[in-house]
């Protein structure tokens, strides 16, 4: 990730507490180091999907989700799932 543009630095975190994968925690330790970052981006995974809304909750943010593109500051691409 460090050799993306734009991308100046990349925080790795281990503490026992992580170690179960639980969404609780991992929110905590993403809002404690969030500060004034402007966005915080994470894969389409289930942690991901389970995290980032108590990350969004905690901060007083709205989450983006299944983001695919970004268009300008206001308009995203996501999939459309059909069948």
């Known amino acids: 990730a460090a050799k993306i543009a ?11 507490s992580l170690g179960h994968r639980l969404a609780e925690p991992t ?8 500060g004034d970052y ?6 389409a ?18 989450v983006i989700s299944d983001v695919s593109g970004v268009v300008d500051a206001d308009t995203f691409e996501r999939p459309i799932y059909a069948g």
């Open 38 to 43: 402007e966005h915080i981006v994470a894969p």
């Open 45 to 62: 995974t289930t942690d991901a999907k389970n995290v980032l809304p108590r990350v969004a909750a905690l901060l007083d943010v709205m």
């Open 27 to 34: 929110a905590a330790l993403i809002v404690s180091l969030a």
């Open 6 to 16: 734009g991308v100046s630095k990349v925080l790795c975190a281990e503490d026992a």
